[in-house]
């Protein structure tokens, strides 16, 4: 079973600063099946990047997304307001048909 | 724009059924592309993918093998939506429950709901 390990636990930046997440599979995946969410609290994951660095439906460039083989990173360009939220990677693998979500990534207010 | 709207109780006792029903808005539970899933999160295992029901000129399942004795995931194409079926629940189900899908990964989701499984 892949496991997906994101770092750090939790990020504190100021508005304006670059964010730059990690996500580590424990064996090499499939890029094409590599995605990013972002949650708030109360809220519903919502899908940013999918298919490593493909930005979802409505989602502003400063989400930008990248790796390959075991190594995957979202970048914020520049920390607006409302991106202060905790973040997921998800990888999808099959067979078995197995969706994987790492622990998370926490973005907080410096 | 891909809407989701999750119904069903919030309080299931123990060894009971789990029952939730995802009603879907701007596309088709038919759709030859994509996937309806449904995913639950707790403080415990985090996010966690329970199972998925798809259309490719057939019906199609996949479920999480943590789950997969006792989860079903059926389309109810009469009424755009799909369904999620937990049997035998214990305290340890106690989660959010989403349903989720769309074309491209997990693109559209529900509002979400707390399901506490206590008698």
């Known amino acids: 079973e892949i496991v997906l390990m994101q770092s750090p636990g939790t990020l504190s930046l100021s508005p304006g600063e670059r964010a730059t997440l990690s996500c580590r599979a424990s064996?090499?995946?499939?890029?094409?099946?590599l995605a990013w969410y972002q949650q708030k609290p109360g809220q519903a994951p919502r899908l940013l990047i999918y298919?490593?660095?493909n930005r979802a439906t409505g989602i502003p460039d400063r989400f930008s997304g990248s790796g390959s083989g075991t190594d995957f990173t979202l970048t914020i360009s520049r920390l607006e307001p409302e991106d202060f939220a905790v973040y997921y990677c998800?990888?999808?693998?099959?067979?078995?048909?197995?969706?994987?979500f790492g622990q998370g990534t926490k973005v907080e207010i410096k | 724009q891909v809407h989701l709207q999750q119904s069903g109780p919030g309080l299931v006792k123990p060894s009971q059924t789990l029952s939730l029903t995802c009603a879907i808005s701007g596309d088709s539970v038919s759709s030859n592309s994509a996937a309806w899933a449904w995913i639950r999160q707790s403080p415990s295992r985090g996010l966690e993918f329970l199972g998925r029901?798809?259309?490719?000129?057939?019906?199609?399942?996949d479920y999480a093998l943590s789950v997969k004795d006792r989860v079903t995931v059926n389309p109810d194409t009469s009424k755009n939506q799909f369904s999620l079926q937990l049997n035998s629940v214990t305290p340890e189900d106690t989660a959010v429950y989403y349903c989720?899908?769309?074309?491209?990964?997990?693109?559209?989701w529900g509002q979400g709901t707390l399901v506490t499984v206590s008698s």
């Open positions: 064996q090499s995946v499939s890029s094409s099946l």
């Open positions: 029901t798809y259309y490719r000129s057939k019906w199609y399942n």
């Open positions: 998800q990888h999808h693998v099959n067979p078995p048909p197995t969706w994987t």
């Open positions: 989720a899908g769309g074309h491209s990964a997990f693109s559209a």
């Open positions: 298919g490593v660095s």
